[in-house]
Nanobody, 125 residues
Framework: QVQLTESGGGSVQAGGSLRLACAAT????????MGWFRQLPGKAREGVGF????????QLADSVKDRFTISQDNHLNTGYLQMDNLKPEDSGIYYC??????????????????WGQGTQVTVFS
């Protein structure tokens, strides 16, 4: 059974940075892709990005690609979402997600069936 545990959320001033972590059990980062999502207030959950190819490749949504970075530590079996130059409109709940099929990830949530508990990110101006 896949279990994803997120940490690292919090409050930060605009322009600041946060790093989210997603520790996994029952799931191997080295042999699967992993997605990150967020749900902003009043909006549907949206894809932030995903990492695949053992951590060698990433794809990020256009809205964050110049500010966010996805990485992973295969030894710790933990993924990371580094968020820099945060803006108030980035405030929301952030999730990591494991895919239904190990090598198929996308920015759409329909490709995932295991989710972290979510962590709140608040950016104030």
């Amino acid at each position: 059974q896949v279990q994803l545990t997120e940490s690292g959320g919090g409050s930060v001033q605009a322009g600041g940075s946060l790093r989210l972590a997603c520790a996994a059990t029952g799931f191997e980062y080295a042999s699967s892709c992993m997605g990150w999502f967020r749900q902003l207030p009043g909006k549907a959950r949206e894809g932030v990005g995903f990492i695949w190819y053992g951590g060698a490749k990433t794809q990020l949504a256009d809205s964050v690609k110049d500010r966010f970075t996805i990485s992973q530590d295969n030894h710790l079996n933990t993924g990371y979402l580094q968020m820099d130059n945060l803006k108030p409109e980035d405030s929301g709940i952030y999730y990591c997600a494991a895919p239904i099929q190990a090598h198929i990830c996308a920015l759409s949530s329909r490709f995932y069936n295991s989710w972290g508990q979510g962590t709140q990110v608040t950016v104030f101006s």
